[in-house]
């Protein structure tokens, strides 16, 4: 029966069964079987170890005695306070009587014994066991323990099984053994599954073995079994696209050598480490693009579904998120599926990469037609998350102001990814110059004979006309928002007050600005040099450099507003600049654009003469 398993196995994926052949040894799989339960034992033993007992505090959180006691204090008090008025009552010679009064004085001292004994026990370093709520510590004890449980999975899964998958790839790309692989009849789907399902099934073992663990404390804690499985089913699609984002980073980053996996999984860890604190406070940005960032992280499912769980997560409000005022966290059910959702459509568009890539090392990881939807799916994305209606009386007065800025950043680390997404490699270009004009089979009418059809759809031609349509479309939200909203909505303790003009000044600055980038790199790239990659890097440390500076030197957009017009951020300074100047800054920018421009045209011109009639010209 295991035989036939086993070769039913392989008929449907060949590489799986070969990763698990490597993987799966005895020795393997007992390591990572004890190390589970023995990581299990020792968070039971932490977590048992505070078992209340003789010598729990009589301040802590589960002692009944100071909620008890203080209200008999207060009683006795009450009681006390009503003995004192009587016996100033019968102490008058009115109504004089030594018999009551004698009565009255006893109890009064009665009375103030037994609240000078709850003071006494109040002041008890230690609480009685009876008086202990372990109903109570019982409860939070599998809570804690389900938290933490699911702490430590997300970081094993997504950590540890990212840097196997991509040192895996990394030395089958030092080995040679990645080009034996393209070469056989597997498709890059069935190959990479097996890669995704194989490599890590140690931690796979691993986290199966935890799974009782889990789920006993999950339902001693009382949390509802949909739950659960709702945060499995977004764990599990976490997986898919953190795992698939590191064979695409892999692929496209054999250059780092032996410090790929440590890179790839640094980044992630830091990732999950920044979104899991800020889940704690995600009322800050319930209303805010960056929602669609922390969408991409566990930790918010587990903020949203188990938000009330001992204690821990007071502060989220993940039930007011909004995405083109559709109230997606009002359900929990709505909040799991655009969840599952959101990572679906991204970890799409990380396979087509993965299998461009795969098949030609040396092509772009996407094409230029690809870019465009890519693009246009991110923009959808993110500018629903910026489309909200808040609350009124919102504590944040600058919500639409700062998701202006946010989406700009957004815009501006997506152009950076496009740049080095769509730059072809130098010999592609080369051979696109020089003989772009003897492709002319098949070709019929102006467009397909033109120039234009080449630039936007030619996956040799420079990207520059595929990177400014992609500039287009990112920049069309914020003109949009710029031409419908009260410009009142825009002014805030960000933008200095301003009019409509500058802000569309502004947007034709950063598009400039990205342009002028783009042409640089592209130069950079068709250069005849090993360092090609260097250059590219520093002209890419220049877009995010030159705001630090100015910040460092004290150069502030208040003061001294001209140098920020011309970094990636001139948001900031528009409204301390006239019109007239940035006007300027523009047309100075459109001028830089248009010589690198020229300069790149005789680049290409050069690139497309032959060897030949270079010979003979020299």
């Keep these: 029966m295991i035989v036939d398993f086993v070769d039913k196995l392989g008929d449907w994926n060949p590489q799986l069964l070969r990763e698990l052949k490597g993987r799966l040894k005895v020795f393997s799989v007992g390591i990572a079987i004890a190390t589970s339960l023995l990581v299990q034992l020792l968070i039971l033993l932490v977590q048992f170890s505070g078992i209340p007992n003789e010598n729990y505090p009589s301040y802590g959180e589960y002692c009944g005695l100071p909620t008890s006691y203080e209200q008999q204090r207060i009683q006795l008090q009450e009681q006390y306070h009503e003995l004192q008025n009587q016996f100033f009552i019968y102490s008058e010679s009115t109504k004089f009587d030594v018999r009551k009064i004698q009565e009255l004085r006893n109890k009064i001292s009665q009375t103030q014994s037994q609240i000078d004994e709850i003071k006494g026990n109040l002041s008890d370093k230690f609480c009685r066991i009876d008086a202990i709520n372990m109903q109570k510590w019982w409860q939070d004890h599998y809570s804690y323990l389900f938290l933490t449980l699911s702490v430590i999975l997300v970081f094993t899964l997504l950590v540890a099984g990212t840097y196997l998958l991509i040192n895996d790839l990394a030395k089958e790309e030092r080995r040679s053994t990645l080009t034996f692989i393209r070469l056989s009849p597997q498709t890059a ?34 949390i509802p079994l949909i739950y659960i499985f709702c945060f499995w089913a977004i764990l599990i699609a976490s997986g898919i696209f953190f795992y698939s984002t590191a064979l695409l980073f892999s692929l496209c980053s054999s250059w780092l050598r032996g410090f790929q996996p440590w890179l790839g999984s640094g980044l992630l860890s ?5 979104t899991m604190h800020l889940s704690y406070w995600s009322d800050s940005y319930s209303n805010y ?52 959702i959101n990572y679906a459509v991204f970890t799409f568009w990380v396979w087509q990469g993965i299998k461009r890539c795969f098949h030609n090392p040396n092509a772009t990881i996407l094409s230029k037609e690809q870019s465009y939807q890519l693009v246009f799916c991110f923009e959808t994305m993110i500018v629903g998350f910026a489309v909200q209606q808040v609350k009124s009386g919102n504590p944040w007065q600058n919500v639409v102001s700062e998701n202006f800025v946010l989406l700009s950043l957004y815009n501006l680390a997506l152009t950076l990814a496009l740049i080095v997404m769509l730059l072809p ?54 003109l949009i928002g710029i031409v419908l909203l009260p410009i009142d909505s825009l002014n805030s303790d960000i933008f200095h007050p301003l009019d409509k003009i500058k802000l569309i000044l502004a947007v034709a600055l950063f598009f400039s600005l990205m342009m002028i980038y783009a042409t640089i790199a592209q130069m950079i790239w068709m250069l005849k040099t090993s360092k090609r990659l260097v250059w590219v890097s520093v002209t890419a440390a220049t877009i995010i450099l030159p705001p630090i500076i100015l910040l460092t030197l004290g150069i502030q957009p208040n003061n001294n507003p001209l140098p920020w017009l011309f970094s990636t951020f001139p948001w900031v300074s528009i409204g301390y600049t006239g019109t007239t100047t940035i006007f300027a800054a523009l047309l100075g920018e459109f001028s830089v654009l248009a010589l690198l421009m020229f300069r790149l045209t005789k680049q290409l011109r050069r690139a497309g003469e032959s060897a030949t009639k270079v010979l003979l010209g020299s």
């Excluded at 969408?295 to 502060?315: E, K, M, Q």
């Excluded at 009418?445 to 936007?456: A, I, M, V």
Aim: proline residues 4%; charged residues 10%.
């Design 425 to 478: 490699h130098h010999q592609a270009v080369q051979d696109w110059a020089r003989y772009r004009h003897q492709d002319v089979s098949g070709r019929q009418g102006f467009w397909h004979k033109s120039l234009l059809q080449d630039l936007l759809k030619s996956e040799k031609s420079p990207a520059l006309m595929a990177i400014a349509i992609n500039l287009v479309i990112t920049t069309i939200p914020l």
């Design 289 to 340: 693009v960056i929602s669609w960032l922390m969408l991409l992280s566990p930790f918010s499912s587990v903020v949203h579904l188990f938000r009330n769980l001992a204690h821990t997560y007071n502060n989220s409000d993940l039930g007011q998120l909004q995405w083109f005022y559709l109230p997606i966290g009002a359900s929990k059910l709505g909040f799991v599926a655009f969840t599952l």
């Design 270 to 274: 830091v990732f999950l480490t920044i």
């Design 189 to 222: 789907t069935s190959i990479f599954t097996g890669k995704l399902l194989g490599v890590p099934s140690l931690i796979y073992l691993l986290i199966a073995t935890a799974l009782p663990l889990h789920f006993w404390a999950g339902i001693k804690a009382e």
